[in-house]
Nanobody, 124 residues
């Protein structure tokens, strides 16, 4: 079992920045890939970014490429999502998810464990 807890969400003006954290506990974090997804009311859960265990490979949705950066600190069992140049359309609940196979994926069904989510609201 992997327990995931997101933090760092909040209200920010357009153009601002936030850094989300995803802290993992339970089984070892070794070998686990982590992804970030987001969901707005009435919409499907969308892929944002993913990172492999080593951190050597990352993947981003086109809508956030160049603005968001995913990173991880395996010693601290934490994955981060740095979000810059935020736009109102980035408003959503952001979830982190863990995939024990260690392979990043943009498909949410490939992930084994999920956090409870953190709200990000970007005002115009």
């Amino acid at each position: 079992q992997v327990q995931l807890v997101e933090s760092g969400g909040g209200l920010v003006q357009a153009g601002g920045s936030l850094r989300l954290s995803c802290a993992a506990s339970g089984r070892t974090f070794r070998g686990v890939a982590v992804g970030w997804f987001r969901q707005s009311p009435g919409k499907e859960r969308d892929f944002v970014a993913t990172i492999t265990w080593s951190g050597n490979t990352t993947l981003y949705a086109d809508s956030v490429k160049g603005r968001f950066t995913i990173s991880r600190d395996n010693a601290e069992n934490t994955v981060y999502l740095q979000m810059n140049s935020l736009k109102p359309e980035d408003t959503a609940v952001y979830y982190c998810a863990a995939r024990v196979s260690g392979l990043g994926s943009s498909w949410y069904n490939n992930y084994d464990y999920w956090g409870q989510g953190t709200q990000v609201t970007v005002s115009s």
